[in-house]
C-alpha cells in the first residue's frame, strides 16, 4: 500500500514539473519575468545608454528648467519690490534720527540714596550707665536740643528664672494648690508671701528657682508629665539696672555731637538699638 502511494506522488510530481515550463498550467516563470516586458516593449531600438559624462545628456540637462525657478523669479521680484520700498521706509527713520532729542533728565542715584537714607528712621542707642553716670550724660545730651528723639530706659539683668503656679483666690486657692501637688507626690514648693516685691505674685507656689531657662523649661516638662499643667517661668532681674539712652533719627551733625559727648565716657558704647 505504501509504494502504490509513495509511486503516485512521484508519478504527480514529475507531470507537474514537466507542464510548468511549457505553460500548460498558465504562464510560464520565463514569461513572469523580465524577458516578457522586454518583448512588449515599444521600438527598444530608439533606446540607448549614455555615460555619466556624455556631452548630449549635459546639453539636455541644461535645456531644461530648473524646478525653483518661477519661485526664485518670485522671490527676486519681492526682494527687487523690498529694496525699492526701504528708501522710502528709511526717510521718516532717518527724520526721526536727526530730530534733535530734549534734554535729558540727568540720572542721580547717589542723590537719591542720600535723600533716602536721611528719611530713613535710624536708633541708636548707648550705654549701660549707671544712675550717677546717667544724670551727667542727660545733663550733656540737653544742650543738643534732641527733643523727644531721646528716650531714657532703664534695664535690668536676668539672673535666674522661677518655675511657678500663678495665684487664683488668695490663700486659699494656694492652699488647694499645695494639697494637689502633695497629692502628685512634689513637695519642694513655697507659697509667695504678700510681702513678695512683684504684688502679681503674691499668694502664688514658687516650684523652684533655676539659673537658666532651658533648666525651667525641662523641669516644667517634668512637671507636666506628673499632672501639674498650670506651672509658668518667669524671669528674675536684678535689683540694681542700668540707663540706656535711645536716640532716634540723628542728623549728621546731632551724631557728630554725640560722638564727642560719648567721649567722655569710655566705658560706654554707640550700638544699634536692640528693641
Avoid at 99 to 119: E, Y
Avoid at 123 to 144: I, K, P
Amino acid at each position: 500500500m505504501k509504494l502504490k502511494l509513495l509511486f503516485w506522488l512521484l508519478l504527480v510530481g514529475n507531470v507537474v514539473l514537466f507542464g510548468l515550463p511549457r505553460g500548460y498550467f498558465g504562464a510560464s516563470a520565463t514569461e513572469r519575468r523580465e524577458p516578457q516586458r522586454l518583448a512588449e516593449q515599444l521600438h527598444p531600438e530608439l533606446l540607448s545608454v549614455l555615460p555619466a559624462n556624455s556631452e548630449k545628456l549635459a546639453s539636455q540637462l541644461r535645456a531644461q528648467p530648473a524646478p525653483g525657478a518661477p519661485a526664485s523669479a518670485e522671490g527676486a521680484s519681492a526682494a527687487a519690490a523690498a529694496a525699492t520700498a526701504t528708501p522710502a521706509a528709511s526717510e521718516p527713520a532717518a527724520a526721526a534720527q536727526a530730530t534733535p532729542a530734549g534734554p535729558a533728565t540727568p540720572a542721580t542715584p547717589a542723590t537719591t540714596a542720600a535723600q533716602v537714607a536721611a528719611v530713613t528712621p535710624s536708633c541708636t542707642e548707648v550705654g549701660n550707665f549707671t544712675a550717677a553716670d546717667a544724670r551727667r550724660f542727660s545733663a550733656q545730651l540737653a544742650s543738643l536740643n534732641l527733643g523727644d528723639k531721646v528716650v531714657q530706659k532703664l534695664t535690668q539683668d536676668v539672673t535666674s528664672h522661677m518655675v511657678y503656679i500663678p495665684p487664683q483666690d488668695g490663700r486659699e486657692g494656694a492652699d488647694r494648690r499645695i494639697a494637689e501637688l502633695r497629692r502628685l507626690g512634689i513637695g519642694d514648693f513655697y507659697v509667695i508671701p504678700d510681702s513678695f516685691p512683684n504684688p502679681a505674685l503674691r499668694s502664688g507656689v514658687s516650684l523652684g528657682i533655676f539659673r537658666t531657662e532651658e533648666a525651667a523649661k525641662a523641669y516644667v516638662s517634668q512637671l507636666i508629665s506628673r499632672g501639674v499643667r498650670s506651672a509658668r517661668i518667669i524671669a528674675r532681674r536684678s535689683g540694681a539696672g542700668k540707663q540706656v539712652f535711645q536716640l532716634r533719627d540723628l542728623t549728621p551733625e546731632a551724631r557728630s555731637a554725640l560722638d564727642n559727648i560719648k567721649s567722655a565716657f569710655p566705658d560706654q558704647e554707640i550700638r544699634g538699638c536692640s528693641a
